[in-house]
């Protein structure tokens, strides 16, 4: 290299007395030195992958560094891409495309000196690297810092860690509520629940509930408007502290809890003749006659804003029509400008959703998760958290994700345990069984958890 340079240097020289010659008196060589533009080469990500045997590999791909825009702050002379290269890029052979008003050199740590910079040169880009631009009249230098931001971490691996795992209770129903994880359900037969914080300290507190009946169903709690909802002895119960509970609808004989929203304003109930909606947990409004096949137990209820238009909700509901759950799990959806629940159809679909033991849905990374214990997926057998089953076009065709990205805790597989489940507002998942030896569990995939 340094060979390379003293030649570069002395054709320069050469043509600084070349150009000085040509010039009249009042030409001179330019005095501006900074860089334009800035962008990189090609570059080489390596992505994980399953191979046709099932084994895990890494295979590696070659992406356009163009598609990483690059911020130039002229004042602090320094050069950063904001958003990250895709985790386990090459980053030690890195190609450099810039425009230049001036003569570009690169600080080599190895001789302590600044080299000359080819276009075709490669870096290492593992750490910052300084550049000088220096002007053609040799008068004037700035020098840059460029950082190549690369992530650290599989943005798209589920990582998972154990939380303690509750004791005294038997769970029914997992909720985020006031700020705390809460498991309801029964100790010693009387309504309870136990409590953690999302932040701060990682154990479970228990209360005793009062104002409700021992008969409490919370497999069907849902929060609506700031209050826990949930049904006993077909009467609707609410309460604003999880503890205190009053009941607020009677006479109805309610079953299930469909789904609730507060961007459209309603809780959605269900009997055996009836599907209702209320807008304050106390008056129903009839809305239509149960279809045929329409889940009511053990049911994963959902409702979220549309990607495309916030102003409408998308509700989906997955269970079974019978309290045996002896047939294949229904998927329902409706729209919040549409009149009544439609039922998705699995005629010729080869990835129906799964018929687990207690199947569980959760929305999560905006697509649909399902899991559970031993069942059948697509008419094969399947032992207990096996995997994930994802549908991504909202409940229709439903997947286990290729490669080792997204996988549940290796405790769970082939444990048939009772389990509770949900989302958090931090983006976790937990999976609590209140077996020691398979424990609770909170997991996240890692790009959701990035600052932006």
Known sequence: MKNRLAIYLSVLAMA???????????EALSPYAYIKTFSLGDIKSSYPEFTEDGKDTLVVKTLSGSSFPFTINQLTGEIFNADSLPFSTDLTKIVMNMTVEGVVTIYDEATAKFEELLTTDSVDCTFPRTLKVTSLDGDYSKEYTVSVNAHKLNPDLLVWSDVETPAGIVPEKAVEFGGNMLLLGKSSAVPSFVSMPLNGASSWAPYTMTGIPATADFTTATIYKGALYTLADGNLYMSA???????????????????????????????AGNIYRSADGKTLETVEALPGNFPLYGISASSGVMAHNK????YMLVGYPTSAKDTAPQVWSMLSTENGWVKYENVDNPYPCPSLAGLTVLRYDNFLYAFGGKGTVGGEQVEAFASFYISKDNGIVWKAPEGFYQL???????????????VDSNKYMW??????????????????????
């Open 16 to 26: 600084f007395v070349a150009l000085s010659c040509s010039y009249d008196d009042d």
């Open 241 to 271: 502290d999880a503890v205190s509970w009053e009941c607020v609808q009677q006479g109805n004989d309610l079953v299930a809890i469909i789904g609730a929203s507060d961007e459209h304003g309603y809780i959605w109930l269900a009997n």
């Open 408 to 422: 549940l805790p290796k405790a769970l597989k082939n444990n048939d345990v009772p389990f509770v489940a949900t």
């Open 311 to 314: 102003n409408i909700v998308r």
């Open 431 to 452: 999976i609590i069984t209140a077996d020691e030896n398979v424990g609770a569990w909170r997991g996240i995939i890692n790009r959701l958890g990035f600052k932006k």
